[in-house]
């Protein structure tokens, strides 16, 4: 049971990228298992500091296969250019295998998510604007165009040809927009499958083959649980199971071969785009937390919502996707913070939860139910033995640990590969 999930808790940028980089050092492959380039995971080691896509986080450890899994929607311009960037910077790319499965989101994806958003006017969800939705819609409607399509002139033809005809109708007639000429992203697309002919592959005989003998692989998340397609805060959601049971799925791995299944939550909560946040801060102290930690997306700079700690999803995280153990990032943001709340509960037209409302109109109204916990004067920042973290921090990361039902083998202090407590190690088997 060599394969260890780690998955976004909150509504994504949790610091995975971070954490995919720390446990890649023990660790045989890396497979980056949901969402496209609308995720952003930041990595900052020896060699530099990266804003990854779609590459997985693993890329900078030698020991390491890299692959994006079949359930990832691969924006191919973006691939290259990280690539390009990569090279640039002296890391060695050989290693990352692009699964033929997967789907690969056009022009025509980047535009239909752009105009669905501005038709949605005061509803939008604020996506990210990177053809996401448009490309997993088409996955499930089966017309979707998949990497390894783009290997095959005439199979490519036949696929494109209808899509883009139906395509061009809608942008032309509903949305009176201009069309996109076939002949041009046709050679466009073969283009791009020239350029990624050397790392595209059916991943899933070497996942398998990795797994049979006992090697250890990280699956890496994207976006968090509560932007599950499924069990987030649905429709301001992202359109792919960021869970661990889409990460199955989605590789094509059976249950009983994930030994660990890892929630990375930060010491806060931060969302981008639309949609439901009980604890969000609107006050000059939610200012302070996005100015100090700079919470600003990586993929499209936008100013990150910022909030205290949400109990209520961040259980339904844990017992969703049945973590086995937990890692706490952005502890060092809280430092000088005092007091620090705690979000424990909901109340929704005077009546207290302890529970996740499952409708927009219950969850929009919710009012958060805090605990107040005092905070810590000396410092956490770059603090690598738990001995050294003062009486309060302690005491919150326990709390923390009561309210999710599993405890932190990782508690991370700063953004650097080596800022982090180790608890206990994580790929072990
Ligand atoms: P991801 O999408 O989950 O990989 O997270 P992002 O990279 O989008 O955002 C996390 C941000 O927090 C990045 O800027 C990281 O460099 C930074 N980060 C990660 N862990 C820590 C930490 O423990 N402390 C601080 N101060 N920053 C961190
Ligand atoms: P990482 O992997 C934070 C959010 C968008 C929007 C919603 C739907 O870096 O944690 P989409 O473009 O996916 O259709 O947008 O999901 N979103 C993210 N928020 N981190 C991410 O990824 C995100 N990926 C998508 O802001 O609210
Ligand atoms: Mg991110």
Redesign the pocket.
């Known amino acids: 049971m060599p394969a260890y999930g780690i998955v976004?808790a909150q509504?994504?940028?949790?610091g995975?990228?971070k954490i995919v980089d720390f446990l890649a050092e023990s660790a045989d492959m890396v497979v980056r298992y949901s969402?496209?380039s609308?995720?952003?995971?930041t990595v900052i080691n020896e060699k530099g500091e990266f804003a990854l896509?779609l590459i997985p986080s693993g890329i900078f450890r030698t020991n390491v296969d890299v692959v994006i899994g079949p359930g990832v929607v691969v924006d191919v311009p973006v691939l290259l250019s990280e690539l390009e960037n990569l090279h640039s910077m002296g890391v060695d790319t050989n290693r990352l295998l692009v699964s033929d499965r997967a789907h690969v989101v056009m022009p025509y994806h980047i535009m239909l998510?752009q105009l669905e958003e501005k038709e949605r006017g005061g509803n939008a969800?604020?996506?990210?604007?990177?053809?996401?939705?448009p490309t997993y819609v088409d996955k499930v409607a089966r017309v979707g165009i998949r990497v390894g399509d783009l290997l095959d002139p005439t199979y490519l033809s036949e696929r494109l040809n209808p899509v883009l005809s139906t395509k061009n109708r809608i942008l032309e007639k509903i949305y009176e927009s201009d069309p996109i000429n076939f002949d041009e992203l046709y050679k466009e697309a073969l283009g791009w499958g020239e350029a990624l002919r050397p790392y595209i592959s059916s991943v899933e005989k070497k996942i398998l083959g990795s797994l049979s003998k006992g090697e250890k692989i990280v699956l890496e998340?994207?976006?968090?649980a509560m932007?599950d397609l499924d069990h987030g805060t649905y429709p301001?959601?992202?359109?792919?199971s960021v869970s661990i049971g889409g990460a199955c799925n989605a590789i094509g791995i059976p249950p009983n071969q994930i030994a660990g299944i890892i929630g990375v939550y930060k010491a806060y909560s931060?969302?981008?785009?639309?949609?439901p946040m009980p604890s969000e801060l609107h006050d000059s102290m939610g200012h302070e937390i996005r100015e100090k930690a700079w919470e600003y997306?990586?993929?499209?700079g936008?100013p990150?919502r910022v909030g205290w700690f949400d109990g209520i999803t961040a259980k339904y995280s844990a017992i969703v996707n049945g973590f086995t153990s937990a890692v706490l990032t952005r502890l060092d943001v809280l430092d000088g913070i005092n007091p620090i709340k705690i979000c424990v509960g909901y109340e929704i037209d005077g009546k207290k939860i302890d529970y996740l409302p499952t409708q927009p109109k219950q969850f929009n109204s919710a009012l958060p139910i805090w605990e107040e916990m005092p905070g810590w004067s000396s410092p956490t920042a770059g603090a690598t033995d738990i001995h050294d973290l003062p009486e309060e921090a302690l005491n919150y990361i326990n709390r923390l640990e009561e309210i999710i039902g599993c405890s932190f083998d990782v508690i991370s202090t700063g953004p650097k590969r080596d800022e982090s407590i180790i608890i206990r190690p994580i790929v072990t088997s």
């Open positions: 976004g509504w994504g940028d949790e995975k990228g969402g496209g609308n995720a952003g995971h896509h998510d969800i604020g996506t990210t604007g990177r053809g996401i939705g998340g994207a976006q968090g932007l301001f959601v992202t359109s792919s931060s969302r981008v785009g639309a949609g997306g990586t993929t499209t936008r990150r």
